[in-house]
């Protein structure tokens, strides 16, 4: 596939992860914080996200699994990774996380539980998304050619 | 524009700044009549919203634009930022990263720390930090917890030059370093906290 082509795809790939509300408009600032002096960026970042997803989410499962659940050190864990999720833009995860909040104030414990599987499912999603996208990012800079800018007329 | 706060000061103390997602307009009119300036930055954490803040704060050019001079890469703002050391106390390190590297963008020197304890061994008089940026929802330490040993600090180092006039910076024996507290959570309690423990400023984090 010549480069072009690949540009496109990728073009196509990442529209549609904002459409489907997979990311919103703070993810295109990641992007325009990558440049010649920062060239990984991007990756750095998203890299950072998934570390500390995937710990929180452990320690989240651990917590709702005590037989007297702490709320406050649940709502703890899901505040940093809603934190976390926005600064990338992974709209989906924040959303999850808000919801997540609200039933922690709650103390309702079969919601934060159905909460936390709902979190999960949006973090694994928005996992895979982002690593396809980075792969074609890596397909194109490798055959030579330059990650395209998108414009969000939206 | 808000000038002269409080004190008749020939150094501009650093105003406070609010910066939220959600305002309402009665806090914000609260906020402008208890003296804080009348910026409201939308949230995510922009660096060119940061330095138009800290633009306000630190009384350099004149009215407010809203929205004009909020462009990546404004000379106003660039000019700003250039050169000056900022430091980021945040212990989300994807979001510290990403602030940081927005920051950086706009020329600063930036500096970051993970935790209260951390940034006050950076920040001991003489300070050398433009501005502070301090996450306010910090396990062990968070940001009011380290402004406040911060001013006591500035306010012996104040009493001492006893409103000699420092020849280096000019000011009338004033240290006072911007403090902003981010938080992800602007409600009222946290508002007043900042006011309370003397931080110039709340910006609503990610």
């Known amino acids: 596939m010549e480069v072009g082509q690949m540009q496109r795809r990728l073009v196509d790939y990442t529209k549609s992860l904002f459409m489907e509300g997979f990311l919103d408009a703070q993810f295109l600032q990641l992007q325009q914080l990558q440049d010649e002096s920062n060239p990984d960026f991007v990756v750095e970042v998203v890299s950072l996200f998934f570390d500390d997803s995937e710990k929180l989410l452990n320690d989240l499962t651990m917590a709702l699994d005590q037989p007297n659940v702490d709320f406050k050190k649940v709502d703890a864990h899901v505040h940093q990774l809603k934190g976390s999720s926005s600064s990338i833009g992974a709209q989906r995860v924040k959303n999850a996380c808000i919801a997540f909040r609200s039933f922690c104030e709650e103390q309702n414990i079969d919601a934060t539980l159905r909460c936390l599987q709902q979190v999960k499912q949006e973090y694994y999603l928005v996992k895979n998304k982002l690593e396809t996208m980075l792969r074609l990012e890596q397909q194109i800079v490798a055959a030579g050619g330059s990650i395209p800018m998108i414009e969000l007329g939206f | ?206």
């Not at chain 2, 006893?162 to 403090?179: A, Q, T």
């Not at chain 2, 959570?185 to 110039?200: F, N, P, Q, S």
Request: with cysteine; hydrophobic share 45%.
């Open chain 2, 1 to 206: 524009m808000l000038e002269g706060k409080q004190n008749g000061h020939v150094f501009k103390l650093p105003k406070v700044i609010l910066l939220a997602k959600n305002i309402t307009n009665v806090e914000l009119e609260k906020a402008k009549a208890a003296g804080f300036a009348d910026t409201v930055i939308m949230k995510p954490m922009r660096a060119s919203m940061a330095a138009a803040c800290l633009q306000q704060v630190l009384g350099i050019g004149k009215k407010r634009q809203a929205g004009k001079d909020m462009l990546n890469g404004s000379p106003v703002l660039q000019g700003l930022l250039c050169g000056k050391k900022i430091l980021v106390v945040d212990d989300n390190m994807a979001h510290q990263r990403v602030f940081a590297g927005a920051l950086k963008k706009f020329g600063a020197a930036v500096e970051c720390r993970e935790s209260g304890k951390a940034a006050l061994k950076l920040l001991q008089l003489p300070c050398c930090f433009y501005a502070c940026f301090m996450d306010i929802q910090m396990p062990e330490m968070d940001g009011f917890e380290a402004t406040h040993p911060i001013r006591m600090m500035e306010s012996k180092a104040n009493e001492q030059m006893n409103g000699g006039m420092d020849e280096d910076s000019g000011r009338k024996g004033e240290w006072h370093v911007p403090i902003l507290a981010m938080t992800a959570d602007v409600i009222h309690a946290t508002y007043d906290e900042c006011l309370k423990c003397r931080m110039d400023g709340c910006v609503e984090a990610l």
